[in-house]
């Protein structure tokens, strides 16, 4: 795996490891407040990720494109701040809830991002 094959595959690793340890932490706690946190870290985070990771493996002139990396950089600084943010308004700090709603929106627009990037693949014939 190269490129953003490979950084979104390492991401989506970290995102199952620190999801399954919260995951564990609030089965073993029987607290389950963070369970958003703890399921957009495995579905949004553990899975996309790993989506990604195998798109751009399958198509590797694509991951090694520089909207592909923009694409890595966003998603991961968005989906961690927002995670991170997320964890703490649900902690009770909920000043911290303008920075969830602002990563929330730039994880949107690196979605949009992502499908402006896989559209070519759609015209292929082989
Ligand atoms: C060490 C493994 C895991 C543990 C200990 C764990 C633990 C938990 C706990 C305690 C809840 C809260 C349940 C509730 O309050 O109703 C939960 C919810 C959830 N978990 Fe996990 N989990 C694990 C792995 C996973 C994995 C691998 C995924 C997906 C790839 C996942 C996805 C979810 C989702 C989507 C929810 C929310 C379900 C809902 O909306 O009711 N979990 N998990
Ligand atoms: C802009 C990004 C996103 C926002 C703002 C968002 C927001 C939300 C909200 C408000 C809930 C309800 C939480 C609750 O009732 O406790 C939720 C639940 C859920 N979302 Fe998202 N979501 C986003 C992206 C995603 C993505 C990309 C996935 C999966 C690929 C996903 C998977 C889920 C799942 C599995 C649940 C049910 C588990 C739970 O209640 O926490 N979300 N989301």
């Known amino acids: 795996m190269t490129g953003a094959a490979r950084n979104f595959f390492i991401l989506a690793l970290i995102y199952a490891i620190c999801g399954m340890l919260l995951g564990l932490a609030m089965a073993i706690r029987q607290d389950h407040t963070q369970m958003p946190v703890h399921?957009?870290?495995?579905?949004?985070?553990?899975l996309m990720s790993?989506?990604?990771?195998?798109?751009?493996?399958?198509?590797?002139?694509?991951?090694?494109s520089r909207l592909a990396m923009i694409h890595f950089w966003l998603t991961a600084a968005s989906g961690v701040v927002m995670l991170v943010s997320l964890f703490f308004v649900l902690?009770?700090?909920?000043?911290?809830?303008?920075?969830?709603?602002?990563?929330?929106?730039?994880f949107f627009l690196a979605i949009?991002?992502?499908?402006?990037?896989?559209?070519?693949?759609?015209?292929?014939?082989?």
């Open 112 to 126: 949009l991002l992502f499908t402006w990037i896989a559209l070519p693949v759609l015209r292929r014939t082989a």
């Open 50 to 64: 790993g989506f990604f990771a195998f798109f751009y493996h399958f198509f590797p002139e694509i991951g090694r």
């Open 91 to 106: 902690s009770g700090n909920i000043a911290i809830e303008p920075v969830t709603a602002i990563s929330s929106i730039l």
């Open 39 to 46: 399921a957009h870290a495995m579905v949004a985070g553990w």
